[in-house]
């Protein structure tokens, strides 16, 4: 029951993100009229808790290391609690934007933290099966978040109603991490029911160098999550100008989600039998296909049905990244799922700022270019590196004259 605790506990961890994530597209707005200022800077504001968010990444490095793990995780998901609410109090930008800030950091401490103890807790074949669920619960977060956001502004309630919610489950994940046994404990039970060999795994890759490849799943996770984010963020608006209700372009966010979440349900079911590897080139081709196809929609109607589409066609990209990265490695190392985590935050962190200021340059259809083209650059990197990585036959001996 410990490792079944231990993995609601991690669900929940990056639900909490993703519940800070996902509304950001469709409270943009309502924030704008609350601060008094137009929604291109109040969307470059949100860059408090993105930048937050990859602050927090850069500690994890060293602090799940030096740090007791189930108390740091505890004082996260209760601290994360706390500051939401206590937006309700806030008055100004700089107000909000610090309590942001703070969000980010703990959560940018909180993601890596979760991923380290799956990767220790469970079996190697159970191991991605669940980092993918862990996708699973940040889609499906996302699709309950904005369906949250959408609703309040339908409602005309303050902008910060759905970061009330993102505190109950932060608050349900702190309990949970501290009802967990010591990590030791946790530990000492996966090994018993597996191979002890992956502890030894785990520990040799504190040491172990890095290839270049391992450099560039992170660069390709950085463009990754640019291009995610900077779609998601404008998608909401640009179905406006084509018609669409505040309401309505709110949704998509929510679609796009439940496409993906959708995606990875499958994908936790067949990656045992499919492998990484192809499961990766589909991944990197859906990515880049499905964002191109939003370019085909000419109508709000068209988006409701190409968004979801493009949330399944990236399967568990992130995950299955994750995954193959411990074959480029040959080890299985927490810093290394940190270091991985913190390119993806990266490009999340970037999105607000970067994609704002080519609205102010060339408005929101160019913000969505950007976005797919950043898109394109990651499948492009992945689909290379599968191509390098794959096993070489080899061929067969001549044979010898009598």
Not at 127 to 144: E, I, N, P, Q
Request: with cysteine; glycine share 8%.
């Amino acid at each position: 029951m410990a490792r079944v605790r231990a993995a609601l506990a991690c669900f929940l961890a990056y639900a909490v993100m993703s519940g800070m994530l996902a509304p950001l597209g469709i409270i943009s707005a309502p924030l704008a009229s609350y601060l008094g200022v137009d929604i291109a800077t109040a969307t470059a504001g949100f860059s408090w808790l993105t930048l937050g968010v990859l602050g927090g990444a850069v500690l994890a490095l060293w602090l799940l290391s030096a740090l007791p793990l189930r108390a740091l995780l505890v004082l996260v998901y209760a601290a994360i609690a706390g500051l939401l609410l206590s937006l309700a109090l806030a008055e100004s930008a700089t107000a909000i934007g610090a309590r942001l800030a703070l969000v980010g950091v703990l959560c940018g401490l909180g993601l890596p933290g979760a991923a380290h103890v799956i990767a220790t807790t469970f079996a190697a074949e159970r191991r991605t099966s669940l980092l993918v669920l862990t996708d699973g619960a940040f889609s499906m977060a996302g699709v309950v978040a904005g369906a949250i956001a959408s609703r309040a502004l339908a409602a005309a309630l303050p902008w910060y109603q759905v970061y009330l919610a993102v505190a109950a489950a932060a608050a349900a994940a702190a309990v949970l991490f501290a009802t967990l046994p010591r990590p030791e404990a946790l530990r000492a039970e996966a090994i018993a029911a597996v191979d002890a060999s992956t502890a030894t795994d785990v520990e040799a890759g504190q040491a172990q160098s890095w290839p270049v490849a391992a450099w560039w799943l992170i660069a390709a996770l950085a463009a990754y999550t640019l291009g995610q984010s900077s779609l998601l963020l404008w998608l909401p608006q640009h179905a406006t100008t084509l018609g669409a209700s505040l309401e309505e372009g709110g949704a998509l966010v929510g679609r796009y989600w439940s496409g993906m979440f959708a995606a990875q349900i499958v994908v936790a079911l067949v990656v045992l039998r499919l492998g990484e590897r192809r499961l990766l080139g589909a991944a990197a081709l859906g990515t880049a296909a499905g964002a191109a196809l939003l370019l085909t929609g000419a109508s709000a109607d068209a988006l409701l049905w190409l968004v979801p589409l493009w949330g399944f066609a990236n399967l568990a990209l992130l995950k299955i990244v994750i995954g193959f990265s411990v074959s480029v490695t040959q080890v299985t190392s927490p810093r290394l799922i940190s270091a991985l985590l913190l390119g993806a935050t990266t490009g999340t962190a970037c999105g607000p700022a970067l994609s704002s200021a080519v609205v102010r340059m060339g408005g929101i259809s160019t913000a969505l270019l950007f976005g797919i083209a950043c898109l394109v650059a990651c499948a492009t990197v992945l689909l290379v590196l599968l191509l390098r990585s794959a096993p070489r036959r080899q061929r067969p001996s001549p044979a010898l004259p009598d």
